[in-house]
């Protein structure tokens, strides 16, 4: 699983910092090469990427959190990849940011079951 976790997100951010990113940056796309609307674009677009998340099982109000968890980190990644000229960069924040949301993803669910009594082995 771990595996399959950092294959996508290096995926994810080759086709959106790498190949997108760099289109706006570029002037290819047709857009203005303004940096903050390439950084914004770029996490417009990843964002977008995890609308499908809201009909998975995470439900609207869950799917909206990942959402705009994933425009934020999408930001991150679009300011690492526009500053530091690396692609590297963009997949150490898009990495990084998966763990975190691990992280305080648990930590959330395990406070809902506390406080609406949902425990296992009820």
């Known amino acids: 699983m771990l595996g399959v ?3 996508s997100s290096v995926g994810e951010e080759v086709f959106v910092r790498g190949l997108v990113q760099s289109w706006i940056a570029e002037g290819s796309l047709g857009m203005p090469r303004d ?4 950084v914004w674009a770029s996490a417009v677009m990843f964002a977008a990427m995890h609308v499908p998340l809201m009909w998975k099982g995470a ?3 869950g799917g909206a959190i990942i959402v705009a968890g994933t425009l934020g980190l999408g930001w991150g990644a679009a300011m690492a990849r526009a500053s530091g000229r ?3 960069h963009a997949i150490g924040v898009h990495v990084f940011g ?3 949301a691990l992280a305080f993803g648990v930590v959330g669910v395990v ?4 406080i ?3 425990l ?3």
């Open 35 to 38: 940096r903050r609307l390439v």
């Open 86 to 88: 690396s692609l590297w």
């Open 59 to 61: 439900g609207p109000v």
């Open 116 to 118: 609406y009594g949902h």
């Open 111 to 114: 406070t809902f079951r506390l």
């Open 98 to 100: 998966n763990a975190a």
């Open 120 to 122: 296992p082995g009820r």
């Open 5 to 7: 976790w950092i294959v």
